[in-house]
C-alpha cells in the first residue's frame, strides 16, 4: 500500500501547488548556536565577529518554554530574539517536536489524548509567538523522528532523556505518525512566514533517508508545508556518523545525493548541528588536522551544491564541548582557551 501511495505521489509532486520556489543564493549561509548561559560572554563575541546566522541552542525547546503543565518561560528565547533584532541576524528556531520534550510529557501513564493536547498547545503556542516576527527565518518542525534501521523512534519506559514519547499518538491508516502529520498542519496553519524544516540526525543510513523522503513526500500531499531537510552533523557522536570520518568520500557521496534530491523537490538542506568528535585527548593536534580535512571536503560539497538550491551550514557550538560521562570533546572552531583551530579557515572562508 504505501509504495503504491509513494509511486503516486511521485507522479502528482510536480504540479502541487503549494511546493516552494526555488531560492538559490549561490553561497552558503553559515552560522552556529550559542546557549542562554553564553550571551554577554566572550562566545557571543566571536559569534557576531563571524556570523549573521544563529540558533538558540536549547531556548526554544519545550524543556525550556513549558517546563511543566503550569508554567511557561519565553525568557531565555525572547533574549536571543533581542540580540537577533539589535544585530540584525537570521534565526533558525531549534524548538521541534521530539524527544527533547519535557519530563512531564514523558511520564509513562500520558494517554495518546493527552499527548496530542500537550503538543498541540506547545506547537500552536510557538508557531503564533514568533511568526511575525522578522529576524527568525527556518524553524525545525519536528526532530528525530526515525532510527538509523529506518523504524520510527518512540517512547521507552520512565522519562529516558533520549525518547520519543510524541508516536503513542498512533500511526495513521498508512501507517505514519500522527504526531509528525499535525506538527506540519499546525506549522502550515500558523508559522505561514516562516521556512519548515524536517531535522534529523545520524548518518547516511540508506533505511532511513528512504523514510524521510518518503514521510516528506506524504505530509506534502495532505497539503501542509515542508520547506528543508536538516541534518544533525555530530561527527562520530555514535556508531551511526563514525563512518562519515572512517570512508568519507563515500559517506559525502551518499549526503551529495540526499541534497540532490532535496533541492530536485524544492527543498532547502540544512546542516544543523555541525561538531566533530575526538575520542583520545592525547591525540588532540592529530584529531584537529583529521576534522579540517572533513571540513574541507564537506564545505567542497556544500559549495557545490549552491548553484542548484539553498544549503546552510550551522556549527554546533563554536568551542571545545564535553559530555557528561564521555571521554573526549566534540570540536568546532575554536579551542578550549578560544584560540581558532585549524577548522576556523575553513569555516571563515567558505564564501570566498
Not at 137 to 163: C, H, Q, R, S, Y
Amino acid at each position: 500500500m504505501k509504495k503504491i501511495l509513494l509511486i503516486h505521489l511521485l507522479l502528482i509532486f510536480p504540479i502541487i501547488l503549494f511546493a516552494q520556489s526555488k531560492e538559490i543564493t549561490g553561497t552558503v549561509v553559515v552560522g552556529a548556536t550559542l546557549n542562554h548561559n553564553e550571551l554577554n560572554t566572550i562566545k557571543e563575541e566571536l559569534f557576531l565577529k563571524d556570523f549573521k546566522y544563529l540558533t538558540p541552542a536549547n531556548s526554544a525547546k519545550q524543556t525550556k518554554i513549558h517546563p511543566t503543565p503550569k508554567v511557561w518561560n519565553w525568557q531565555q528565547i525572547d533574549d536571543f530574539i533581542s540580540l537577533a533584532q539589535k544585530h540584525d541576524l537570521q534565526v533558525r528556531l531549534h524548538g521541534p517536536i521530539s524527544p527533547q520534550a519535557s519530563k512531564w510529557a514523558k511520564e509513562d501513564y500520558r494517554t495518546p489524548k493527552e499527548l496530542d493536547q500537550i503538543m498541540t498547545e506547545f506547537a500552536t503556542a510557538f508557531a503564533m509567538r514568533f511568526n511575525n516576527e522578522p529576524t527568525i527565518k527556518w524553524m525545525d518542525v519536528v526532530n528525530e523522528t526515525i532510527l538509523a534501521n529506518g523504524k520510527w523512534f518512540g517512547p521507552k519506559k520512565g522519562t529516558d532523556k533520549w525518547e520519543n514519547p510524541w508516536l503513542k499518538m498512533g500511526l495513521d491508516e498508512n501507517g505514519y505518525p500522527l504526531y509528525i502529520l499535525k506538527a506540519f498542519e499546525i506549522a502550515t496553519k500558523h508559522a505561514t512566514n516562516i521556512k519548515l524544516v524536517y531535522n534529523q540526525n545520524a548518518g547516511m543510513q540508506t533505511e532511513m533517508w528512504e523514510k524521510l523522503k518518503e514521510t516528506i513526500l506524504y505530509i506534502r500531499s495532505k497539503g501542509y508545508r515542508v520547506d528543508g531537510i536538516g541534518w544533525q552533523a555530530h561527527i562520530g557522536l555514535s556508531p551511526t556518523t563514525k563512518a562519515l570520518k572512517e570512508n568519507t568520500d563515500l559517506e559525502l557521496k551518499k549526503l551529495s545525493k540526499l541534497i540532490d534530491w532535496a533541492h530536485q523537490n524544492d527543498l532547502e538542506f540544512h546542516v544543523t548541528e555541525l561538531d566533530y568528535f575526538i575520542d583520545d585527548l592525547t591525540q588532540l593536534k592529530k584529531g584537529l588536522k583529521n576534522q579540517a580535512t572533513f571540513y574541507q571536503k564537506l564545505v567542497k560539497l556544500l559549495q557545490e551544491k549552491t548553484k542548484s538550491g539553498v544549503v546552510t551550514l550551522n556549527l554546533w557550538d563554536i568551542g571545545e564541548r564535553t559530555k557528561k560521562g564521555k571521554k573526549g570533546a566534540f570540536q568546532s572552531i575554536y579551542d578550549s582557551k578560544f584560540q581558532p583551530t585549524p577548522s576556523y579557515t575553513i569555516i571563515k572562508n567558505i564564501n570566498k
